[in-house]
C-alpha cells in the first residue's frame, strides 16, 4: 500500500500543485464533468465530479496514507484514513468548484466570453445545454451553452451573454 500511497500522494499532489501554481482554477475539460450535456437535470450527482476534485482526492488519499503509516496505524486503518482525508478534501473541492461555476466566479468571466466566437461540439437539444468550444487565453475550452436557434455539432456561434456559468449563443454566419 506504501507504493500506492507514494504514487497517489506525487502524481495527484504535483498535478494540484502545477494546477495551483499556473493558475488554471478550471478543469483542463472546460469547467469540469458537470459541463456535459446533462439528462438527469442540473442537480445531478455525477455533476459533483470533476478533474479537480479526482486530483483533490488522489492527493490527500495519498497524503493520508503516508501519514497514517507515520503514525504507526495498521493496514486497515491506514487504509481508512487515507479514503476520509481523499473523500473529504475531493468533496470540498467538488462542492466549491460547483458553487464557483453556478455562481460565475471562475476564470472565464462573461466579460471574457461575450462576442466570442466558436464551434459546436454538442448540440442543445429540448431545453437541455449543449457544448461549444471557444480558445481561451489560448487554450481550447468546451463550456455549456444554450441557444434559441437550430444548432448542429459543427456549427459556427457567437457567444451573446453568459448567465449562472451558462453561455447564451447564436448562430454565426461571419468569419
Same mark, same amino acid.
Given at each position: 500500500?506504501?507504493?500506492? #500511497?507514494?504514487?497517489?500522494f506525487?502524481?495527484?499532489?504535483?498535478l494540484?500543485a502545477?494546477s495551483?501554481?499556473?493558475? @488554471?482554477? @478550471?478543469? +483542463?475539460?472546460?469547467?469540469g464533468?458537470?459541463h /456535459? +450535456?446533462?439528462?438527469h437535470g442540473?442537480d445531478?450527482w455525477?455533476? #459533483?465530479?470533476s478533474?479537480r476534485?479526482?486530483?483533490?482526492f488522489?492527493?490527500f488519499f495519498?497524503?493520508?496514507?503516508?501519514?497514517?503509516? /507515520?503514525? /504507526?496505524?495498521?493496514?486497515?486503518a491506514?487504509l481508512?484514513f487515507a479514503?476520509?482525508c481523499g473523500?473529504?478534501?475531493g468533496?470540498f473541492?467538488?462542492? &466549491?468548484?460547483?458553487? &464557483?461555476?453556478?455562481r460565475?466566479?471562475?476564470?472565464?468571466?462573461?466579460l471574457?466570453?461575450? /462576442?466570442?466566437?466558436?464551434?459546436?461540439?454538442?448540440?442543445?437539444?429540448?431545453?437541455? +445545454?449543449?457544448?461549444?468550444?471557444?480558445?481561451?487565453a489560448?487554450?481550447t $475550452?468546451q463550456?455549456?451553452?444554450?441557444?434559441?436557434? +437550430?444548432? @448542429?455539432p459543427?456549427?459556427?456561434?457567437i457567444?451573446?451573454?453568459?448567465?449562472?456559468?451558462?453561455l447564451?449563443?447564436? &448562430?454565426? $454566419?461571419g468569419?
Open positions: 500500500m506504501l507504493m500506492l #500511497y507514494l504514487f497517489c506525487i502524481v495527484g499532489g504535483g494540484l502545477f495551483v501554481i499556473g493558475g @488554471h482554477d @478550471h478543469d +483542463p475539460s472546460g469547467a464533468a458537470d /456535459g +450535456p446533462d439528462t442540473a445531478s455525477a455533476s #459533483y465530479f478533474l476534485a479526482a486530483v483533490s488522489a492527493a495519498g497524503l493520508g496514507g503516508l501519514a497514517a503509516r /507515520g503514525l /504507526g496505524l495498521g493496514g486497515l491506514q481508512g479514503l476520509i473523500l473529504l478534501v468533496a473541492a467538488a462542492v &466549491a468548484l460547483r458553487l &464557483a461555476r453556478t460565475g466566479e471562475t476564470a472565464t468571466q462573461a471574457a466570453l461575450t /462576442g466570442r466566437t466558436g464551434k459546436v461540439t454538442v448540440a442543445p437539444v429540448g431545453g437541455q +445545454p449543449g457544448k461549444i468550444e471557444l480558445i481561451v489560448g487554450q $475550452e463550456l455549456l451553452a444554450r441557444s434559441g436557434d +437550430p444548432l @448542429h459543427g456549427d459556427r456561434v457567444v451573446i451573454g453568459v448567465d449562472g456559468g451558462l447564451d449563443v447564436k &448562430a454565426w $454566419e468569419s
